[in-house]
């Protein structure tokens, strides 16, 4: 009888993660889809249309308005390749220097002081991402040369010589501090063949279509939809690298936990060098 009970307990908490898995994967490739069309907007309306049709405030608005259609993402920019011979005349036009980011700084700064004292100009490089347009949630990466960060670096560099929407492993955000990760898309010139080899597409390159997830707080909000929430406990790793997992969600000590059960269900994020899961545990009875 009691061995019974124990396999009804083992079932429901994988159905239960099974579930939660499934409507955070979903979500993340609705976001990933919408992210994607963006990258063929910018293609479209501003590097393809002589003048642009698309500058900051078009961008900010159009995204704005189709938040909803990219439930975990906090914010989407696209940031231009521009190379340093380019840098003088493209600075003169934009009408601002090419920043850097500021990754040595990971404590929070006060939001005004942030961007006025600590975003110093770029140092001389061979190229550089300025990002050029931003959804007003993550309007302070304007001017902010994505190449200047580790994460984001390495997200441009496997978006261009892959054709393919890349993540980032779990980092802390600009600003937020929140942990997060970032999808990229790189934007080609017109044209290019679908079976361009990796330095075909470098060379191609216009600049990259991003978006920040927020998995902190976004995850939270989509498990909270669901009813029996509080009953289990959920975490979600990146598992790239198996023997050390980078928690993306979830309490690292909880309390109430229930030990004897853990079950874990597969996410599939899209990125084939990510491995990501989730862990389900029961919460002990009050
Ligand atoms: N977007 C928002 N917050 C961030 C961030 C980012 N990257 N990096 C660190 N904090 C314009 O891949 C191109 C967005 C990067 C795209």
Known sequence: ???????????????????????????????????????????TFHHEKNPSAIDQRTFAEYTE??????????????AVKVLHS????????????????????QAPVPDDEYFTEKQQPSPVQDEYAPVIFAQNTVSHIVSLDMMSGKEDRENVLRARASGKG????????LKSMRLGVVLTFA?????LPSDATPMERIHATEGYLGGAFDVGSLVEKLLQQLSSKQTIIVNVYDTTNASAPISMYGSENPDMVDDSMHHVSNLNFGDPIRNHEMHCRFKHKA
């Not at 380019?86 to 700084?105: H, L, N, P, S, T």
């Not at 890349?166 to 955000?173: G, K």
């Open 1 to 43: 009888l009691h061995g019974q009970s124990v396999g009804r307990r083992r079932e429901m908490l994988a159905s239960m993660c099974d579930e939660r898995a499934r409507m955070l994967q979903d979500q993340f490739n609705v976001s990933l889809n919408h992210v994607r069309a963006l990258a063929i907007l910018v293609s």
């Open 65 to 78: 308005r189709t938040a909803f259609e990219r439930p975990l993402t906090s914010g989407v920019a696209y």
């Open 86 to 105: 380019d840098r003088e005349r493209f600075e003169r036009q934009q009408g601002w220097v090419i920043k850097r980011m500021d990754a040595q700084d």
């Open 166 to 173: 890349v993540l980032t492993s779990p980092f802390r955000l």
């Open 187 to 191: 934007v080609y010139k017109k044209h």
